[in-house]
């Protein structure tokens, strides 16, 4: 079926066609629920979810950590699926969903495939977020194709919404922060 919201998309972006609208919807509050976050200690531009994909009921939502839990691996995503997956005590994500408001890295990419996710559907793009801060050029549907694992993956969706986190004043402050404190960036 095809999404209503498909060709007027938010600010001029196109949703990816294979999204729902339920999708958008899901995406629009997320986007929204983290931009609410921001001027808070934990404020940052990547918030994931893991929805169970039938009932669109969510299991578990996390925010970005890697300053507040001094781990680089504390992505929001990866940070979902560990909490998901302890909360059900089983290591398979099947039947459920995640949603992004950031195309996953190839950490988080690989761990959505490791726990068996059935989809993936991601906000903004590698290369939105590469414009505020470093990103690995890896994207997730390239690691599903170099994959055995099987893995939906829709986006962008409501890429203007989860854009706009990253635009947000307190939020560029928080990126250039970044890019200073990242040694080893090339550029
Ligand atoms: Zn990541």
């Not at 994909?53 to 680089?72: C, F, I, S, Y």
């Not at 977020?129 to 170099?146: L, P």
């Not at 969706?157 to 989860?162: I, L, T, Y």
């Amino acid at each position: 079926m095809e999404c209503p919201l498909l060709w007027r998309g938010w600010m001029g972006y196109r949703n990816d066609p294979a999204c729902t609208p339920v999708d958008v919807e899901r995406m629009q509050e997320l986007a929204a629920w983290t931009m609410l976050q921001l001027g808070t200690a934990r404020q940052s531009p990547f918030c994931a979810d893991v929805v169970e994909t039938a009932t669109g009921r969510r299991l578990m939502r996390r925010l970005n950590a890697v300053a507040r839990e001094h781990d680089p691996s504390s992505h929001a995503e990866v940070r979902v699926i560990r909490a998901s997956t302890k909360r059900l005590k089983k290591t398979s994500l099947a039947g459920y969903t995640l949603y992004t408001t950031c195309e996953p890295c190839p950490m988080c990419m690989a761990t959505a495939l490791w726990a068996g996710l059935d989809r993936v559907v991601y906000g903004a793009t590698i290369g939105d977020a590469s414009e505020h801060c470093a990103q690995i050029y890896t994207f997730a549907k390239d690691m599903v194709k170099r994959s055995d694992l099987k893995c939906e993956v829709v986006g962008p969706v409501a890429r203007g919404e989860c854009r706009g986190i990253f635009e947000e004043p307190r939020m560029l402050e928080m990126t250039r922060h970044w890019r200073k404190s990242t040694a080893n960036i090339k550029k």
